[in-house]
């Protein structure tokens, strides 16, 4: 699979992982987050940044590229 087919991928399963959770309001201003809350806690702040939606694609990212690798 190449680099173009990974990012399409990548983006459906963080399309498909937001679309099971619960819905919060999106947030497009500054990211008042602060250290503790971030996109691995549970206890997060209840709105959808940008920056979480990039950090959730990247990782899955990094899990098919890390499959790819392994089968290679």
């Known amino acids: ?17 937001y679309s099971g959770q619960i819905r919060r309001e999106p947030f497009l201003g500054e990211d008042k987050r602060t250290t503790i809350y971030s996109p691995d ?12 939606v ?6 899955f990212l ?3 590229e890390a499959e790819k690798s392994r089968k290679t």
Do not use: H
């Open 1 to 17: 699979m190449d680099r173009n087919n990974l990012y399409i991928v990548a983006s459906n399963l963080t399309a498909a992982f």
């Open 41 to 52: 806690e549970e206890n997060r702040v209840p709105t959808v940044s940008l920056k979480e």
């Open 54 to 59: 990039y950090t959730v694609c990247k990782r």
């Open 62 to 64: 990094k899990m098919l």
